[in-house]
């Protein structure tokens, strides 16, 4: 990945990669096709020659060829699926792991709520091995067929060709008739499954106030406006694909009458009846298929188009840097740094929520992060752990950024615990071990006990095996939050950023936060705290106080402590900035 979004789009460069596969199934598609002609061919045979010479030897000849033949055709068009199924599969392998890791970095800088790229993806990888594409294929076989039919007569051609003419124009009303009704119930499910999921994130609080009548009506409303965009589309779709089967049943009596009437009149022969209706059918058929496919193959190519517009924004950050640099030792620099809030350029709201953020740490140091509510903590934490990047100003660990150091490369040696504890599905070891694939027992247990939480996943019936994703997980608030502390210190990060760590701590869990902020510090990593409890800030040695997004004060902890206990006495109008220049 780039910063600029996926590298060369990776489902373009996915399915161009196929291309020597689509060319296989064209192959294919050529010798079942020419197959097919083994029917009309068969039925021409039996009427003008088998019946006229009365000569079983002959038909029994013929019956035994097209065994063979059709045989033939069946392995065909098993290879041909097989070879379509096998790029669908090859597709998604490819996509996906990418997909995935993008999608989760645009989910942390907001990304766009709601929308699942991984189910757009399934989407087309449904459509690739669907029979729809082999009607694709197909497709330019129509006037090879078409053109057979004018050797038996010209009439005949001409009746089917304006048979397709006319289904052509079916497909293309369906188009026109259904496709903002279908973009628009894309769009609301989206909306829909946001409020869904929200709701089901937050059901003990829905619940717990009395709000899930209003919830269920809200998402009631965005459902039913979604169902009727679908509806609406799938009604025009079904009225058009039962009139496209009607008129080719029609075609086909039409195609049998004008072959009796040319036949009345000796322009053409009894069997040439038979093989040229099954022949305008053989034309027909792909067209019928696509057009009873349309839905489908919108909805992947809707998919196809939401993908890659999704894939076209940047990233914040690369995964992958162009240069890995050595690990950090851990020096934070700040240098005016700002951050408007998320998407307010976009929407004409320039308001900045951290503006003018300067310090710097050494390994070893630890800040608390002091303020009032709104006072930017939380989104200096976010831009310390690199979730979100500056929008003025630089922000550099051991003298390069986010966007030097990459993803993959700085991710490990960051601790971050966030103010909302959430857990992956999976045991409590492996959320600790952040799903390491081979990770150590020995540093989940080193990074538990740091935590001063080993004790307590001991004494769980599953130990470190207990599964944490059910809704009813044995595990309370604090401890959820100390074992959330034991995943941001595993193998002793550099940097580590607690964001109200204290938040759901007890007497004793305060002590073992302390205690392991002490030892970080001890271990040369640069340890920030945003506080809003006393304690939180009982080990660390600096502080910096932020007020409207803005620095108020900061250095050592006893010196702003007092400079702040000052202004609580002094009142509203004395500053701790001012009092600390007029000191040095």
């Known amino acids: 990945m780039s910063s600029s979004g996926v590298s060369e789009q990776p489902l373009r460069a996915a399915i161009g990669a196929a291309r020597s596969g689509f060319l296989v199934a064209a192959v294919v598609s050529l010798a079942i096709n020419l197959l097919m002609l083994t029917g009309?061919?068969?039925m021409l045979q039996v009427y003008d020659r088998v019946l006229a010479s009365q000569s079983v030897p002959?038909?029994?000849?013929?019956?035994v060829l097209v065994v063979v033949l059709f045989t033939g055709m069946g392995l065909f068009e098993?290879?041909?699926?097989?070879?379509l199924s096998r790029i669908a599969h090859g597709i998604d392998m490819k996509v996906s792991p990418d997909l995935f890791q993008y999608w989760l970095q645009k989910s942390a800088g907001g990304g766009t709520p709601g929308y699942r790229p991984l189910t757009d993806l399934g989407i087309i990888r449904s459509f690739f091995s669907s029979p729809y594409l082999a009607a694709i294929f197909d497709l330019p076989w129509f006037p090879i067929y078409l053109g057979i039919v004018f050797l038996l007569h010209p009439w005949l051609c001409y009746l089917a060709s304006a048979g397709a003419l006319i289904g052509a124009g079916i497909a293309l009303l369906n188009e026109w008739l259904t496709g903002k009704a279908a973009g628009d119930a894309a769009r609301l499910e989206i909306v829909e499954n946001r409020f869904s999921d929200e709701a089901q994130r937050n059901a003990d609080s829905v619940l717990a106030m009395g709000m899930t009548g209003h919830a269920a009506a809200t998402w009631g409303r965005q459902r039913r406006a979604a169902l009727a965009a679908a509806q609406t589309a799938s009604e025009r779709a079904d009225v058009l694909t039962a009139t496209s089967k009607a008129f080719r049943m029609f075609l086909q009596s039409a195609i049998l009458a004008l072959g009796a009437f040319l036949v009345i009149r000796q322009e053409m022969s009894a069997g040439s009846i038979i093989a040229g209706s099954i022949l305008a059918g053989r034309a027909l058929a792909p067209i019928d298929q696509v057009i009873g496919g349309w839905r489908q193959i919108r909805r992947a190519r809707l998919a196809r188009k939401r993908l890659n517009d999704y894939l076209a924004n940047p990233l914040p950050l690369a995964l992958k840097p162009p240069v890995a640099l050595p690990q950090p030792k851990g020096e934070v620099t700040l240098a005016q740094v700002g951050k408007f809030a998320p998407n307010a350029r976009s929407s004409g709201d320039a308001r900045a929520i951290l503006q003018g953020i300067s310090f710097a740490l050494d390994p070893g140091d630890g800040l608390g992060v002091?303020?009032?509510?709104?006072?930017?903590?939380?989104?200096?934490?976010?831009?310390?752990v690199g979730l979100w990047m500056p929008d003025q100003g630089q922000l550099r660990i051991d003298g390069a950024t986010f966007q030097q150091w990459g993803r993959e490369n700085i991710g490990p040696h960051v601790g971050y615990l966030p103010q909302a504890v959430e857990f992956l599905p999976g045991t409590i070891a492996e959320n600790i071990s952040r799903f390491e694939p081979e990770a150590r027992d020995e540093d989940v247990v080193a990074a538990a006990e740091l935590a001063g939480v080993h004790g307590m996943i001991l004494s769980l019936p599953g130990g470190y095996a207990t599964p944490v994703d059910a809704a009813l997980s044995p595990l309370t608030g604090g401890q959820r939050q100390r074992i959330a502390l034991a995943r941001a210190v595993y193998k002793l990060p550099r940097l580590v950023v607690l964001d109200e760590p204290n938040s759901n701590?007890?007497?004793?869990?305060?002590?073992?936060?302390?205690?392991a902020i002490l030892t970080l510090r001890e271990k040369g990593a640069v340890?920030?705290?945003?506080?809003?409890?006393p304690s939180a800030i009982a080990a660390v040695d600096k502080i910096l106080m932020l007020k409207d997004g803005r620095m108020v004060d900061f250095g050592p902890k006893q010196e702003v402590i007092a400079r702040v206990t000052e202004a609580m006495r002094q009142g509203p109008g004395f500053n701790p900035a001012t009092a600390k220049a007029s000191a040095a």
Do not use: C, N, Q, W
């Open 370 to 384: 002091i303020g009032p509510s709104a006072s930017g903590k939380t989104s200096l934490a976010k831009l310390l």
């Open 78 to 83: 098993m290879i041909r699926a097989r070879i």
């Open 58 to 63: 002959t038909l029994v000849a013929i019956l």
């Open 527 to 533: 340890v920030v705290v945003m506080a809003h409890r």
């Open 505 to 515: 701590l007890d007497a004793d869990g305060d002590e073992a936060l302390a205690r």
């Open 40 to 42: 009309p061919m068969f």
